[in-house]
Each structure stands twice: as C-alpha cells, then as structure tokens.
C-alpha cells in the first residue's frame, strides 16, 4: 500500500463502482488519453482492463509510481513521472486528447487553468474535484459560486454535472463532498472578441465581486451605448459569457492600471 500523502492532495478511491461510474463517463469514440494522478491505480485499472484508449498517465509520486508498475505492469511504459502543471502538453501527445482523473485537490483550479491553455488540444475532461469547485465550475450567472473560472472554463467547454460523491468512499477521507463533472469542448474555436481583452476583464471583474463593472473595471474605456451601460451598471456574476464578448468588443483601450 501506499502511505497517503497530505501534500500531494492523496485521497485514493475505495469504490470500484465509483471508478468505474467515472470511466463511463467518458464519451464514446475518446482515442488518446491521459489520466492525471493515478496514485495506487483505481480508475488506471479499469482503463487498461477496458482497453478503449491510448492511455498515458502522469503521477508526481515516485511511491505511488512504483506501486503501479507492479500492480499494473502493462502500463510501465507509459507513466508519465512528473508534476502535471510543468509539463509541455504537447510532448505527451501531439494529437488531441481528453483528460480523466481523481484530480489532486489542492492543484484542481489550476489543472483548469492549463486545461484552457491547451484548450484546443484537450476535447474533454471528466474529473472528480470538491463538489465546491465542480458546481463552481458549473454554475450559471447570477449565482453566488460563479467566477472567472466558470466564465473562462464555460467559454470553451460544455459542462454537466455527474454524480455527487460522498467522503466514505476515500482513504483517507477529504473533509468535504466531491463531486464528478464532464467538460465538453464546445464549438467556440476562437471567441468573437480580442481573448485577451476577455480574459483581463474578465478576471478584473472578478477581482472586486461586489463593486459594479463600472467601478471594478475602471482601467478599461467603454462608449456610453445603451447596452454597454446597462452591462456596467452589474456585477461581474451577473454577465454571461455573451456580456463579457460584448464588453471586451467596446474596450477603447485598455489603459495601464493607475499606480495609485
Ligand atoms: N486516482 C487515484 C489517486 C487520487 S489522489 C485514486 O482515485 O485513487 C490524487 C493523485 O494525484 C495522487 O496520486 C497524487 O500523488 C497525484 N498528484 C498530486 N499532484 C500532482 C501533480 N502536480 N501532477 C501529477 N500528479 C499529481
């Protein structure tokens, strides 16, 4: 067995119905696949027994790494030894791939973060996170959870809710619920606005969630139309995807941030 390790997020699944609900998820016709965190194996296992992809898996844990080239010796040459956040995506397929995985807790948002970098690489992911984050990611404007990382992720992917997960079914058990989501990449090959000016508002908006747009986004310049000002007289969690498109289109000029 491998010892679980706080610092690296090791919660190992203890369900096989579980792992195998998590596999399932996956859309027909995946190819190339690459799971993150195997740790002892639980979801690898039923991936090579199924025998439907090419699969790869990345692990920063060389005790969980040795482990599985003993358990599962058919998958020694394609373990990945690692810390996913580092690596060049590109390197481990140079074709589009999905991603599944019990994802290590204390990276899953910025695992997200790199999923979007490589966004037209990646078709899906089917990941277990905290059940905070899942519905974060998942949830519609104008609600409370909703932040740049569901604005940013929901440009890109098509996100479902799967199933919720309960603590027991891990050792050891993380303090909070999780919960299984599937990020669909959607048609969106390029948004219709300057991505960059996207992103910076978008994640300006978010910074002072309470102010409105008017005031959280005073570095940038809008006209005075009608629509612009209605956008701006909101809060960053009210505006969908669309609003943000059409506000980053109005920007003048993005001004350098004032050093006051
Ligand atoms: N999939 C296994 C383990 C989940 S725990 C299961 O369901 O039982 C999360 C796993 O991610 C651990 O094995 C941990 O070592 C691994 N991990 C943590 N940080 C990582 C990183 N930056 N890159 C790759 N793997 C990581």
Not at 36 to 54: F, M, R
Not at 113 to 141: C, H, T, W
Request: net charge positive; aromatic share 10%; hydrophobic share 40%.
């Amino acid at each position: 067995m491998v010892q679980p390790k706080k610092h690296l997020g090791q919660h190992f699944l203890t369900d096989k119905n579980i792992a195998r609900k998590i596999v399932s998820s996956l859309s027909p016709g995946t190819r190339n696949l690459l799971e993150i965190g195997p740790g002892t194996g639980v979801l690898t296992g039923i991936l090579l027994a199924e025998n439907l992809w090419k699969l790869k898996v990345i692990e920063i844990d060389a005790e969980s790494i040795a482990y599985l080239k003993v358990a599962y010796p058919e998958i020694s040459d394609s373990i990945i030894t690692g810390n996913f956040l580092k690596f060049k995506l590109e390197d481990i397929f140079q074709d589009n791939f999905s991603v599944i995985g019990n994802f290590p807790y204390n990276i899953s948002s910025q695992i997200l973060f790199k999923v979007l970098n490589y966004r037209n690489q990646v078709d899906e992911v089917v990941g277990m996170f905290q059940k905070e984050v899942a519905e974060r990611i998942a949830s519609p404007p104008g609600n409370k959870k909703y932040g740049i990382l569901s604005v940013l992720v929901q440009a890109f992917y098509n996100i479902e809710y799967l199933f919720t997960v309960s603590e027991g079914v891990f050792y050891p058990p993380p303090r909070v619920k999780s919960a299984v989501i599937r990020l669909k990449r959607n048609e969106v090959k390029k948004l219709d606005c300057k991505e960059n000016l996207f992103f910076a508002i978008v994640k300006t908006g978010f910074n002072q969630r309470r102010k409105t747009l008017r005031n959280s986004l005073k570095q940038f310049q809008f006209s005075k139309d009608e629509i612009i000002t209605d956008l701006l007289s909101k809060r960053a969690e009210q505006l969908s995807v669309g609003d943000f498109i059409i506000l980053a289109n109005d920007v003048k000029k993005p001004e350098t941030a004032s050093k006051k």
